[in-house]
Nanobody, 124 residues
Framework: DVQLVESGGGSVQVGGSLRLSCAAT????????VGWFRQAPGKAREGVAGVASGGDTRYAAFVKGRFTISKDNAKNTVDLEMIGLKPEDTAMYYC???????????????????WGQGTQVTVS
């Protein structure tokens, strides 16, 4: 099974940028569909972006053009580059993986089998 660890969160000003990284161990990310999710206090967990084993990417409408997901098979990581951050982007960010590599329902957290512990992003 794959284990996931997120890093790169922090506090930034409005309009700033951050790069989150999801490091995988125990298996290779090339075998999984990997998604980034976020959850703000009192709100449901929501899909932010996803990347298929073949490299195809998906984005939630609210981050399109601002966030970029990328996968590095050599480093076994999946990064989320975030620019133009807004206060409403404040949340705990999680990476998750599901076997099979399909983008079907990529935004639905219940379809993922493996989760990291999360990294906090605060925009003010």
């Amino acid at each position: 099974d794959v284990q996931l660890v997120e890093s790169g969160g922090g506090s930034v000003q409005v309009g700033g940028s951050l790069r989150l990284s999801c490091a995988a161990t125990g298996d290779t990310v090339s075998s999984y569909y990997v998604g980034w999710f976020r959850q703000a206090p009192g709100k449901a967990r929501e899909g932010v972006a996803g990347v298929a084993s073949g490299g195809d990417t998906r984005y939630a409408a609210f981050v399109k053009g601002r966030f970029t997901i990328s996968k590095d098979n050599a480093k076994n990581t999946v990064d989320l580059e975030m620019i133009g951050l807004k206060p409403e982007d404040t949340a705990m960010y999680y990476c998750a993986a599901k076997a099979g590599g399909s983008s079907w329902y990529w935004y639905n957290p219940s379809t993922y089998n493996y989760w990291g512990q999360g990294t906090q992003v605060t925009v003010s």
